[in-house]
C-alpha cells in the first residue's frame, strides 16, 4: 500500500503525470466502456440485465436534463450520462483493494470541474450571445464582481467537494485497516458500504450542479 | 497531496474521449431503441384502441340483428297464429252452414214424400171407399150423390186421421 499523499509521476514531453491516477481513470473507461458495450451488444424491445440498467440510467438523466436544460439541452446528454457513469465507476473503483479511485486527485476533478464550466460558458456565448455576458452584469453593472467570484468559486467547489469526498474516504478506509485487528471487520465493512453510497451520492451531486451550471447557458431565459 | 500538473489536462481529453466513445458505444443505440420502443408502444395501444372499437360496434351490430330477428320471430308467429285461428273458424263456419243445408234439404224431402204418400193415400181412399159404399148401399143412389157423401167423408178422414200418420 502506497504512502498516503505522495504520488508516483512519470515525465513525458517535458511535463509531469500522476501515473497511477492515469492508469485508474483508463481502467474506469475501459469499465465504462465495457458497461455501454455490454448493454448495448444484443439490444431487445423487452429489456433485460444489463441493457435494463443502463437504460434506466439513461432515462432517468435524459429526464434530467429534459427538466433541467428543456428540448434545446438534449444533445448535452451523452455528457451528462458518460460523466455520472464515470464519476460512479471512479468512486467505486477506489474501494476494491489495489485500487484507486481517479478522483482522489484534484487533477481529475479540478479538470472535470473546469471542462464543465468551459462548455457552460462556450456555449452560453454560442446560445444567447451578448445576452449571456450581459447577465453577468445584472442587476446592476458593480454586480459583476459578484458573479465573477461566483463563477470562479463554481469550478472550485465542484471539483473540492468530490475530491475531499473521496479522498478522505480512502484515506480512512486505510486508517481503518492499521488500527482495527483483521478479526474485527465491521467498522471496515460498515465504512465500506458508506462508502459506496458516498460515491454514488457525490457522482450524482457532481452531475446535478453541472446539470445546473448548464441550464443557466442553455435553457431559453424567461425574462 | 494536491498538487496540479498535466494531469490535468490529460484527464479532461481521457474524459472527452470517453464521451465520444460512449456515446457511439452505447448512448446512440439505446437511445434509437428507446425511441422504436416508445413508437412500437404507441402504435400497440392504438391498435388496441381501434380494435376495442371495432368488437364494441360489431357486438352493437350483433345485438342489433339479435333484436330484430327476434322481433322477425315473433311476428312470423303471431301470423302463423292468426292464420290457423282464421282457418279454424272458417271451417267451423263452413261444418255449420253445411250441417244446415243438410238439414234443410232433409226436411223438403220429408216434406215432399209426405205429401206424396198423403196424395197417394188420397186417392186410394177414394177408390177403396168407392167400391166399398157401391157393395154396401148396392143401389137407389145417383152418382152424384154418391160421390159428394164419400167426399165428406173423407174429408173428415182427412182431418181426423191423416195428420196423424207417423212419417
Redesign the interface.
Known amino acids: 500500500m502506497h504512502e498516503?499523499?505522495v504520488?508516483e509521476?512519470v515525465q513525458?514531453a517535458g511535463?509531469?503525470?500522476?501515473w497511477e491516477?492515469?492508469v485508474m481513470?483508463?481502467i474506469t473507461?475501459a469499465i465504462?466502456?465495457a458497461?455501454?458495450?455490454l448493454?448495448?451488444r444484443s439490444?431487445?424491445?423487452v429489456p433485460t440485465g444489463a441493457?435494463n440498467v443502463?437504460?434506466i440510467l439513461?432515462?432517468w438523466l435524459?429526464e434530467q436534463v429534459h427538466n433541467n436544460l428543456g428540448t434545446r439541452g438534449d444533445f448535452l446528454?451523452?455528457?451528462i450520462?458518460?460523466?455520472f457513469?464515470?464519476l460512479v465507476i471512479s468512486n467505486w473503483l477506489g474501494l476494491v483493494p489495489q485500487m484507486a479511485s481517479?478522483t482522489n486527485?484534484?487533477?481529475?476533478t479540478?479538470?472535470?470541474a473546469?471542462?464543465m464550466v468551459l462548455i457552460v460558458h462556450v456555449l452560453g456565448i454560442y446560445m444567447k450571445g451578448m445576452h449571456y455576458i450581459q447577465h453577468f452584469f445584472k442587476p446592476v453593472a458593480p454586480f459583476v464582481v459578484i458573479n465573477a467570484i461566483e463563477e470562479v468559486a463554481k469550478p472550485i467547489t465542484l471539483s473540492f467537494r468530490l475530491f475531499g469526498n473521496i479522498?478522505a474516504g480512502e484515506i480512512l478506509i486505510i486508517i481503518l485497516l492499521k488500527l482495527v485487528p483483521i478479526w474485527m471487520p465491521i467498522p471496515s465493512v460498515v465504512w465500506l458500504a458508506f462508502s459506496i453510497f458516498i460515491g454514488g451520492v457525490q457522482a450524482f451531486i457532481f452531475t446535478s450542479l453541472s446539470l445546473a451550471y448548464l441550464a443557466n447557458a442553455v435553457k431559453e431565459s424567461e425574462d | 497531496m494536491i498538487d496540479i500538473n498535466a494531469t490535468l489536462v490529460a484527464q479532461m481529453l481521457n474524459f472527452l474521449i470517453l464521451v465520444v466513445v460512449l456515446r457511439l458505444v452505447a448512448y446512440k443505440p439505446i437511445v434509437k431503441m428507446l425511441k422504436e420502443r416508445e413508437e412500437r408502444i404507441a402504435g400497440s395501444i392504438e391498435k388496441a384502441d381501434a380494435d376495442m372499437a371495432e368488437a364494441e360496434a360489431v357486438l352493437k351490430d350483433y345485438k342489433a340483428q339479435l333484436a330484430s330477428a327476434r322481433v322477425k320471430a315473433q311476428d312470423i308467429m303471431d301470423k302463423a297464429e292468426k292464420r290457423a285461428q282464421d282457418e279454424h273458424s272458417a271451417k267451423i263456419q263452413e261444418t255449420h252452414s253445411e250441417i244446415k243445408q243438410m238439414k234443410e234439404a232433409a226436411q223438403q224431402q220429408i216434406q215432399r214424400e209426405r205429401s206424396q204418400a198423403v196424395e197417394q193415400l188420397k186417392s186410394q181412399m177414394v177408390v177403396l171407399s168407392m167400391a166399398a159404399a157401391q157393395k154396401i148401399v148396392s143401389k137407389n143412389m145417383d152418382a152424384a150423390e154418391n160421390e159428394a157423401l164419400i167426399g165428406e167423408f173423407i174429408d173428415q178422414l182427412d182431418k181426423d186421421k191423416i195428420g196423424d200418420l207417423p212419417c
Open positions: 498516503i499523499g504520488r509521476t513525458f511535463l509531469t503525470f500522476n491516477t492515469l481513470t483508463w473507461m465504462v466502456i458497461i455501454g458495450f448493454a448495448s439490444l431487445k424491445l441493457q443502463v437504460e439513461i432515462v435524459r446528454t451523452p455528457l450520462v458518460t460523466l457513469l464515470f481517479p486527485d484534484l487533477n481529475t479540478l479538470g472535470l473546469l471542462l479522498m
